[in-house]
């Protein structure tokens, strides 16, 4: 990156003597420079030099070609970068590479480097490391390393012909605790690499890609609902430079208007040209000094993100069929912005336009005026509405209002004017039938499904209207709403008189997707004399058991008998007020709930032998094995008769059989058939003198004592993964020690 070399005008009094400020070069000034200078050291490794290897290829024309980097590991516990540039030659390195503030990247802006510092920052993690240069035909090996001084050296300990491409290779030792921070590092420091890293020594490295809502040439907004990493778990813009991402300091900028704090306080992406930008002698941060470009860039792209992003958005309702429907988009658009950029989208000067009309969170509003017929005499006057507007609400998510039913009341107008928010959770409706229109609506609002409305209420507002130009003029003004006439909404289920006996008697049958418990019994009638079924006895919709509430667990219960097969899903429950139970219990043709369920369950469990099924998981459960032994394949142990392999072979077998409660196995239906008897019966399966089909307790202390290491092998694998000991590769150790073991 150019630095700026403009001399000082300087204005001066006096004659006196004249001497300049010195750097002395000991101990204490390379300490700063080296160890002094970075917050996050591993951090700062990984991504100085990278960039270093990133310019390298630049300088040579091969900005597509990704550079490579070495991950430690525990066979290979360094961290390395190496690029296939231009290389440095044995000159070099000793004049250029060894200097401190010297760079052979000052008079380019298509690359990062500069101050010639980031090439020494391993020495603010280690004493020493090694640099390898393939240049012209030669690889030459040297150490760098802090003499007995405290200064930086570097001497040249191998020299060799090669057919390698010219490139620099750094290498540095890392301890074995901070393996995953170099991980953690390359992935915070890389992941705007273009191309990304080719990255090596360990097979369990990906990169986390940022996933980006709207993206353009010099700016992107990050997709806040998906995985963060890095600076993706912050709100606030960055600035992208040269691959590196900057934390900008708002308080640091002078000025800044309140739309460009709106920009900053996004979660953005704002790319700029090398040299754009000053940034500290770390790179850790930007340099905001009056001299220097950094605010006044940051301030030009953020006036260019305010006038591009409503041209970004306008085109999300180009497709919109309707006034209204534009702005429930715009309201959906800014429920899910995230906060920086709802805030810019609810200023004035944020234009979103459909056919030319301004679209905002605003209310429509429709004069009232225009719909009123003025009759009567000048003395006694007469206003009538010729439009007449009911609104039916019903709170959501089981909030009830006047019972649970939808209520409606006269739409009121405020000021001479009617006003309508427009949302997915209003429907609008035309009266064209007349009588029985309320009904119909309070029907569609109890059987429709609105979809998942998370807060409010769904509402209909049914429009009755003296003319047809009236009720087209109206649908015009707000908006162009899409509306459904009445006439094609189903009439609800005519309402059938109680009667002596038990013909047509009024029952409820039972539907698992009610919220409350009114929800989940819809009213229907039935002949108990000419039909037959399930029944249990309810009161005040709650389902009851010898006078026990069972409302609380009867959803359960029923999914329980449904995942048993004792019942269908399409097999209706009817619920009958105690008095005809009574009646019901007597009749062959009807069968209790409760009666069904124990009688099934005790033949289910008799037939599938699901005690065995509870023992058998039972000994799953107490068996204290290591996590790696049973989540893992064990294909490659020689002797398939071992202690080992029988033991695995027959937990294996348990597990698929009983192990598992996301699957219908065994052991998930002996569970199932247990808790029902429990809830229902009072009682539970009989699991006395049934032995399991294998001891694998016995079996593992065995194992245990043949192959005592595994003893030493700690249960939480997050303890070997630190050590970027991978689950195969502790596999592969595992495997190789008992094929030892069966082989002595």
Known sequence: MKIGTEKNEVHTTGGGEKARFKIAANRQAFQILSDGLYANKILAIVRELSTNARDSHI??????????????????PWFSVRDFGLGLSHEDIMTVYNSYFESTKTKSNDVTGCLGLGSKSPFSYTDQFTVASCFNGVRRLYNAYIDEDGAPSIREIQSTK?????????????????????NEAAQKALIRFNPLPEVIGTADFKF?????????????????????????????????????????????????????????????DIQFEIGELMVTASREALSYGDKEPTTNSIKQACDKIIAELPIMYQKEFDDCKSLWEAKIRYHDLIEKAPYGIQSLMQRDAFSIKWKGVEVNSKAIE???TNYICKTGSKDNPHIEYELDLRLF?????????????????KFESYSGTWKFMPSNT????????????????????????????KRGAIKVLMIEAKREALMKKFIQEMGGVDFIKVSDLPKPPAKVNKTSGTAGVKVHQYDASGYEDREK??????????????????NRYKPFKNDTD?????????????????IDKKTPIYGVYPRYAKKLASDSNWTSLWELLISKTKILVKKEKLAQGIVNQNALQDLNVLGIVQNSTWDKIADSNSPFSMFVDHLNTMRKQYGSASSNTLATRANMANRLLSEVAHSKIETSGVKADHDLKAEWKMVLTLYPMLGVIPHDTYYMQRRNISDRQLVEIITNYINLVDAS
């Open 59 to 76: 300088d040579a024309g091969k900005a597509d070609l990704p550079i490579q980097v070495h991950l430690p590991n525990p066979i290979e």
């Open 426 to 453: 209003i429907k609008v409706v035309y009266n064209d039938v007349g009588r029985g229109a309320h009904s119909r609506v309070t029907h569609y609002m109890l059987e429709h499904d609105f979809g998942d409305v």
């Open 208 to 268: 986390n890609p940022i996933k980006y809502a709207i993206a353009t040439d010099r700016w992107a907004l990050r997709d806040t609902n998906n995985d963060r990493y890095g600076y993706r778990d912050r709100s606030e813009a960055v600035a992208i430079q040269g691959a590196v991402a900057y934390p900008i300091n708002t308080s640091a900028m002078k000025d800044l208007t309140r739309a460009q704090q709106m920009v900053l306080e996004a979660p953005l």
């Open 162 to 182: 090669t057919d390698e491409c010219n490139g620099l290779e750094i290498q540095v030792a890392v301890e074995t605790s901070d393996f995953h921070r170099f």
């Open 393 to 409: 609400e019903r709170r959501s998510r089981g909030r009830r209002v006047d019972g649970g039913n939808p209520r409606a009341y």
């Open 550 to 566: 069972m409302s609380y667990k009867f959803s359960e219960i029923v999914e329980m008998a449904i995942g048993l097969g004792i």
């Open 521 to 538: 019994w819809k009213p229907t009638s039935l002949d108990f004399k000419t039909t037959s079924g399930i029944y249990v006895a309810i």
């Open 366 to 368: 429709v004069d009232v």
